[in-house]
């Protein structure tokens, strides 16, 4: 019940600020909103016309299926700046997602192959996942450092700790869950595909379905405003966190099944994970991290990737599009904020 | 009845004649071969170091000369890149696929897929049984002439530091092994424990501070006669790290034959002893060779060495030479 309250205030106030400055910029940052995502739309066009086999079934899931693990993390990464507000300075950011699900990977791999079964193994990486979480929830909330510094740190902790698990060598793993993973399928579907589809799903539905969802984006929206519903901002925002090493551990046995090991180098999936969470923003139509914007913009991605394949252009192009795309988002929303930017 | 009879036996004779005359043709394909609409992809792991880049160009260019269409893939040392890279590529359904190097834990489940699609692997510089031929240099070879290359230098006696990070990399457990094996006959040479770890990347810094920390803790002149590594790049920090030390007593030995790593055993007041270099450029293009011989019809040995070249203190100025210039062709320096 309050957290609807807060959220009508948090969405009138908006009202109220938009209207109060002009509604030329907010006419504007519409057309370059959908400006973003009809050039979204054009090179999936594209793609669907000119690449060979892009629009099989097969090639489809394929897509979906090398778009679970990053997928899993966006949602981390999308949680924590729903919780922390999406401020790109001073606001929720977990920049250690990517060390955290390598040090998970190793973790589990580890186990496996010193003989624990896959109940055990698992239950570990998720604990160290979120031990990780706990870590940043405590560094941002607890000693009040800014979350890009405070998770940049953990980052450090994290691979450094990776590094020692696994002297930095490949660990290889196999277990009966990571077999069904690898090769298991229901409905044409295969696992991995599943996992993705399933675990959007759940995030979805608790975001955007449940009181405790509103109650997070207030909380991340207007801290002082949810605090004076009486809503414990510190409590959501730490959650975020160690929910977003929840997410690294869930990846991390996706990622192990997929190399059928633990393999350095886990961390260079964070720009892939902040652009996925980035773009996702356009989808909405205030330019809030949405888990269903993260998810189109995760498959956009995967896609990208794929369509570049399938029409032989280099794949040295995918990142740069990508981080071209990055730029394009991040200028529109602090463009579309930039009446908040005062704040 | 005779008549259906004659009609039959013209119809296997012509039959016959066809299948010699296309077996003249195919015969004839072995000098000249051709990729002509075939299409081929190529996966490599990366490209950062100067091996990889060139074997890489010389599939590429191979590929381009025989006529056929190339779909290359650089995964950026990124295993999850290759394996979505790889997947896409199996939907793709090219002729033949050449795989280049990487986890080979990572990679065997994949490279059995490629097999259970039915397309034709081959592989360079990683020895798996899924791949129809590797292409590759005699490391065996290798391993044992720059092994007996330090043991030479070092008089057969003192100690080594030995960068053993990529013992999961096959062509590196090789080199290693041989390496043990001629120590085995040397009792005075020792290998010092632990082993250091070259790592990837930032390999040229991590083994100098590495080998800078050894020789601080080993002061002693003599105390340490040599460095090696079962690749390159980390010899160019260890011979940073030892004239740095001005400790040019201590020699280093490596492998692969970068320009860099020539140029400094070219130099006589370097401390780099020696280092084996390949033909990356010729090992990418006998693979494509290779590939294109199975896709005429011919047989295809498991695997094919192309020689490579022991470059030490002694033959430097003119063995070396040819691989410079052959960078410098590449436009790599």
């Known amino acids: 019940m309050s957290a609807t309250i807060v959220q009508a205030e948090a969405g009138a106030s908006d009202e109220t600020r938009a209207t109060g400055k002009s509604a030329g910029r907010r006419f504007a940052t519409l057309v370059v909103r959908l400006g973003a995502i009809a050039a979204f739309a054009a090179i999936m066009a594209y793609f669907v016309?000119?690449?060979?086999?892009?629009?099989?079934?097969?090639?489809?899931?394929?897509?979906?299926?090398?778009?679970?693990?990053?997928?899993?993390?966006?949602?981390?990464?999308?949680?924590?700046?729903?919780?922390?507000?999406?401020?790109v300075t001073e606001g929720g950011i977990d920049l250690s997602i990517a060390a955290n699900m390598g040090l998970c990977a190793a973790v589990y791999a580890t186990l496996l192959s010193m003989g624990y079964g896959d109940f055990l193994s698992v239950l570990a990486a998720i604990a160290v996942g979120m031990a990780v979480g706990a870590l940043n929830a405590l560094a941002v909330v607890g000693l009040g450092i800014l979350p890009l510094l405070a998770t940049l740190a953990v980052l450090n902790v994290a691979a450094g700790m990776e590094l020692t698990l696994t002297q930095n060598t490949v660990v290889?793993?196999?277990?009966?869950?990571?077999?069904?993973?690898?090769?298991?399928?229901?409905?044409?579907?295969?696992?991995?595909?599943?996992?993705?589809?399933?675990?959007?799903?759940?995030?979805?539905?608790?975001?955007?379905?449940?009181?405790?969802?509103?109650?997070?984006?207030?909380?991340?929206?207007?801290?002082?405003?949810?605090?004076a519903a009486g809503l414990s901002v510190p409590l959501y925002v730490s959650f975020t966190y160690v929910l977003s090493g929840f997410c690294a551990a869930v990846a991390s046995v996706l990622t192990v099944s997929r190399l059928s090991a633990s393999t350095p180098g886990s961390g260079e999936l964070l720009?892939?994970?902040?652009?996925?969470?980035?773009?996702?923003?356009?989808?909405?139509?205030?330019?809030?991290?949405?888990?269903?914007g993260t998810l189109l913009s995760v498959l956009f991605i995967g896609l990208l990737a794929n369509g570049f394949q399938l029409l032989n252009v280099s794949s040295y192009w995918v990142n740069g599009v990508q981080g071209a795309l990055i730029l394009l988002v991040v200028a529109i929303t602090s463009f579309a904020r930039g009446s908040e930017g005062s704040r | 009845m005779t008549r259906s009879m004659k009609g039959l036996v013209k119809a296997l004779a012509l039959g016959l004649a066809a299948a010699c005359s296309l077996a003249a043709i195919s015969g004839a394909s072995a000098e000249e071969l051709s990729l002509k609409g075939k299409r081929v992809g190529v996966s490599a792991i990366g490209t950062?170091?100067?091996?990889?880049?060139?074997?890489?160009?010389?599939?590429?260019?191979?590929?381009?000369?025989?006529?056929?269409?190339?779909?290359?893939?650089?995964?950026?040392?990124?295993?999850?890149?290759?394996?979505a890279q790889l997947q896409t590529l199996i939907a793709q359904k090219p002729d033949a696929i050449i795989e280049q190097l990487g986890n080979l834990e990572v990679l065997n489940p994949w490279l059995q897929k490629i097999r259970d699609a039915g397309i034709p692997l081959f592989t360079v510089d990683t020895a798996t049984p899924h791949a129809i031929n590797n292409t590759t240099s005699n490391n065996y070879n290798i391993g044992a002439e720059i092994a007996l290359q330090m043991v030479a230098d070092m008089g057969g006696k003192g100690n080594v530091l030995v960068f053993n990070g990529f013992y999961s990399v096959p062509v590196c457990k090789i080199r290693y092994d041989q390496l043990k094996y001629v120590l085995s006959s040397f009792p005075d040479v020792k290998i010092v424990e632990p082993e250091l770890r070259d790592v990837i990347p930032n390999t040229v810094q991590s083994a100098y501070s590495n080998v800078t920390d050894m020789l601080t803790k080993s002061p002693e002149k003599g105390s340490i006669g040599a460095v090696w590594a079962c690749w390159d790049v980390p010899q160019i920090g260890a011979t940073q790290a030892v004239e740095a030390a001005s400790r040019n007593e201590v020699k280093t030995y490596g492998i692969d034959g970068s320009p860099e790593v020539i140029k400094m055993v070219m130099d006589p007041k370097s401390s780099a002893g020696?280092?084996?270099?390949?033909?990356?450029?010729?090992?990418?293009?006998?693979?494509?060779?290779?590939?294109?011989?199975?896709?005429?019809?011919?047989?295809?040995?498991?695997?094919?060495?192309?020689?490579?070249?022991?470059?030490?203190?002694?033959?430097?100025?003119?063995?070396?030479?040819?691989f410079l210039d052959a960078a410098e062709k590449a436009g790599v320096k």
Request: proline letters at 4%; aromatic letters at 10%; hydrophobic letters at 50%.
């Open chain 2, 48 to 83: 950062d170091h100067y091996w990889d880049l060139m074997a890489f160009r010389g599939i590429q260019d191979r590929v381009k000369e025989l006529g056929g269409e190339v779909i290359a893939l650089d995964a950026g040392r990124k295993d999850q890149q290759q394996i």
């Open chain 2, 274 to 322: 020696a280092v084996a270099a390949q033909q990356p450029y010729e090992i990418g293009r006998t693979s494509v060779d290779n590939a294109a011989k199975f896709l005429a019809g011919q047989k295809v040995p498991p695997f094919t060495f192309v020689p490579a070249v022991l470059v030490n203190k002694e033959n430097a100025a003119e063995k070396g030479k040819p």
């Open chain 1, 271 to 292: 720009l892939s994970v902040l652009a996925a969470a980035l773009l996702g923003t356009v989808f909405s139509r205030r330019f809030v991290p949405t888990m269903g």
């Open chain 1, 49 to 87: 016309v000119f690449a060979p086999g892009f629009t099989s079934t097969f090639n489809l899931i394929n897509v979906v299926e090398q778009s679970a693990i990053l997928g899993v993390l966006a949602y981390g990464m999308t949680a924590v700046i729903i919780g922390g507000g999406s401020d």
């Open chain 1, 172 to 227: 290889g793993a196999s277990s009966p869950l990571l077999g069904f993973l690898v090769s298991g399928s229901f409905l044409g579907i295969s696992a991995l595909a599943w996992a993705l589809i399933l675990f959007s799903a759940l995030v979805i539905a608790i975001f955007h379905y449940t009181s405790f969802g509103l109650r997070l984006y207030a909380v991340g929206g207007h801290p002082e405003a949810a605090r």
